[in-house]
């Protein structure tokens, strides 16, 4: 007959891999190269969003990146426990793998295609190309740079993964402004 581990023994692993993890980011991760990476990747595209958001849609494209950070937020720390994929180097030892990636990069690249291209081709076109650059280059950079580490994962199920929470993501907003009174502005979704 098989022991099935208690709740208390589950919670006693998860405290020593708490303990070891940040260790390990004291260690090797705070004030290294790649932390301060992680910190440019964190500032710098809200500085640039921030500067090219049309402000008259600020709501309506603040909903399209918030609805991208959750979608790879729960794929991202579902990757990560599953072990499909794994990050060397955090931000934040507390914070869920990839914060800068999550709730930074994906959703202010979201928001400026949804901004600038508004047809389902355009659209279509730019995520598919955003979805390369995100899986073929960044993660391969990353990779190169022992930020990121693929276990059962290949960079492809990336790219496809991308362009469908996108291509999601404007179906569910264009539905959501439907259903708005005529009239109505995104200021008020």
């Known amino acids: 007959m098989s022991h099935f581990p208690s709740y208390e023994e589950v919670q006693k692993v998860r405290e020593t891999l708490r303990d070891v993890s940040f260790e390990h980011w ?3 991760d705070l004030w290294s ?15 640039i969003w921030w500067r090219l958001v049309d402000k008259e ?12 950070g959750m979608i790879a937020c729960f794929l991202d720390v579902m990757g990560v426990d599953l072990l499909l994929w794994g990050y060397p180097d955090k931000l ?12 930074v990069v994906i959703p202010v690249s979201g928001m400026l295609i949804y901004q600038y291209f508004s047809t389902w081709k355009s659209f279509g076109i ?8 995100f899986a073929y280059i960044i ?10 580490e693929l276990i059962h994962w290949k960079h492809t199920y990336s790219f496809i993964g991308f362009i469908l929470m996108f291509l999601t993501v404007r179906l569910l907003m264009l539905g959501i ?8 502005s995104s200021e008020q979704l």
């Open 92 to 103: 934040f030892h507390f914070i869920p793998p990839l914060m800068p990636a999550d709730f």
């Open 139 to 148: 993660e391969l950079l990353f990779s190169l740079l022992h930020m990121f």
């Open 57 to 68: 849609r600020f709501f309506e494209l603040l909903a399209f990146g918030l609805i991208c």
């Open 126 to 133: 730019a995520s598919a190309i955003l979805s390369a650059i």
């Open 177 to 184: 402004k439907s259903k708005l009174p005529r009239g109505k």
């Open 26 to 28: 004291v260690q090797d």
């Open 33 to 47: 190269f790649n932390w301060w990476l992680l910190v440019a990747a964190t500032v710098l595209p809200f500085v």
